[in-house]
């Protein structure tokens, strides 16, 4: 059943199993006699023939951690991924996000931007107020984003589904531009590897709502301007990734500004990777994307190339997905994963 914030659970202390538990059997029979009972006759052979079905499988204590404004998947107790959506964060947020392995490739507030946050939308400028950057003392933008409803269900499957009423507004002011955010986790599969599907519904208020960016060089503006919409910014823990596009650019320099289906950074154990929707506004959609061991960041911007006008009471739709694997991006299988996505059904938010 939904749960809403104003009745939240109680945190889960314990955790809730696999469907591949921890097995224990008798061994106080011993078959070193060669005498063979009629169970041993019987298990045996059993075990033997399954040995090989249960060689590639890895063990795993899935459960769910739950607070009144955050819910995580833990695998034996380290945290797998975190939605945080409360008003101690100034936008709703994922982090960490972390292979099953326990590896962490989000970053949280880093000294040079301490606005990105792990996986998160931001818009830019709405109707020239700044929703994007903050104060790195109050940690608020000049724009607020503020949740103003949530409804997240879990599953025994270990599936979590979360919806999102997010207001954009000046402080103290209506709504300009509201969004219904609709977030599906699913449950890792049995490489390590899990998908959030994103979609988001954004519908302007009772005034002319224009969505726009600092503009990319290419308009004029400086080498840094584009940027805008759904982020991730990885941890500083990797010396090298390597940047993926369905167009074979491998240099984040050549994929920047560049429309692409798909784009991922890749490491030797580790990859993330973000699909477009092919019914997305603009899609395919340009990249933004900084590949240095200053920064690692990669974002596709709807607004990169054109500002965005709406007309009061006019609305669009944003579908996305996101890939988190424990082993290196490969580009078939990105392509696959893509054509995958392309016809899944979203809710209608």
Request: charged share 20%; net charge negative.
């Amino acid at each position: 059943m939904p749960v809403m914030l104003a009745a939240p659970p109680r945190p889960v202390n314990h955790p809730a199993r696999s469907r591949f538990p921890r097995g224990k059997f008798d061994q106080t029979e011993s078959v070193s006699s060669g005498v063979m009972t009629p169970f041993h006759q019987w298990i045996v052979p059993f075990l033997l023939s399954g040995a090989s079905a249960w060689a590639g499988q890895t063990e795993h204590a899935w459960s769910w951690d739950r607070e009144d404004t955050r819910l995580a998947l833990r695998n034996d107790g380290d945290i797998v991924w975190r939605l945080n959506f409360g008003p101690d964060q100034p936008k709703p947020n994922f982090h960490p996000l972390a292979t099953t392995g326990g590896q962490t490739l989000t970053a949280y507030e880093p000294d040079d931007h301490p606005w990105h946050r792990g996986l998160w939308w931001a818009w830019k400028y709405i109707n020239g107020v700044n929703y994007w950057e903050e104060n790195r003392e109050t940690r608020a933008s000049p724009g607020r984003t503020t949740v103003t409803k949530a409804t997240i269900e879990t599953g025994d499957d270990f599936r979590a589904r979360a919806t999102l009423n997010i207001d954009y507004h000046p402080p103290g002011q209506p709504a300009l531009l509201t969004e219904v955010r609709h977030l599906t986790i699913n449950p890792p599969d049995a490489s390590g590897g899990y998908t959030i599907d994103w979609s988001s519904r954004f519908t302007a208020g009772d005034a002319v709502v224009t969505l726009d960016r600092t503009p990319p060089p290419a308009a004029g503006g400086p080498r840094h301007g584009g940027y805008a919409g759904l982020s991730l910014r990885f941890s500083k823990e990797f010396e090298e990734m390597t940047c993926l596009t369905n167009t074979g650019e491998t240099q984040a320099t050549e994929a920047h500004s560049s429309p692409a289906r798909w784009l991922a950074f890749s490491t030797e154990s580790a990859s993330a990777a973000i699909l477009d929707h092919p019914e997305n506004l603009r899609h395919p959609q340009p990249w933004y994307v900084w590949n240095t061991t200053h920064m690692r960041f990669f974002s596709p911007s709807p607004i990169f190339d054109t500002p965005l006008g709406l007309d009061p009471g006019e609305s669009f739709h944003l579908r996305y997905r996101i890939l988190i694997q424990s082993t290196p991006a490969a580009p078939e299988s990105l392509e696959n994963a893509w054509k995958t996505f392309q016809s899944t059904q979203f809710p209608n938010p």
